[in-house]
Nanobody, 120 residues
Framework: QVQLVESGGGLVQDGGSLRLSCAASGSMFRINSMGWYRQAPGKQRELVAIIISGGSTNYADSVKGRFTIPRDSAKNTVDLQMNALKPEDTGVYYC??????????????WGQGTQVTVSS
């Protein structure tokens, strides 16, 4: 019953910025973490950034210092602020949530993905 809706992808020039947004809805007794993964053509899906309920964050080495992951727990949303974008950041970005849809149940949910393209 949990759904993730992503927005904000698009085309941007090298060095530009984009902000992705993800809104979670449905039965969520407790959200443990939310974050973003990405997948470039011909490559494996990789973790970009994740934030846990207590506020701690983890970032991929390739995006540290350039990306941040603001979260509004009251609204069940998580954003990905991307600055100083590089062509190698190009890919499909997926929102992710780990939550308890009910007591004693833990599930992972994924958004459908949003395309980010960075031109040289």
């Amino acid at each position: 019953q949990v759904q993730l809706v992503e927005s904000g992808g698009g085309l941007v020039q090298d060095g530009g910025s984009l902000r992705l947004s993800c809104a979670a809805s449905g039965s969520m007794f407790r959200i443990n973490s939310m974050g973003w993964y990405r997948q470039a053509p011909g490559k494996q899906r990789e973790l970009v950034a994740i934030i846990i309920s207590g506020g701690s964050t983890n970032y991929a080495d390739s995006v540290k210092g350039r990306f941040t992951i603001p979260r509004d727990s009251a609204k069940n949303t998580v954003d990905l602020q991307m600055n100083a974008l590089k062509p190698e950041d190009t890919g499909v970005y997926y929102c992710y949530v780990n939550c308890m849809p009910s007591i004693a149940t833990i599930r992972n949910y994924w958004g459908q993905g949003t395309q980010v393209t960075v031109s040289s």
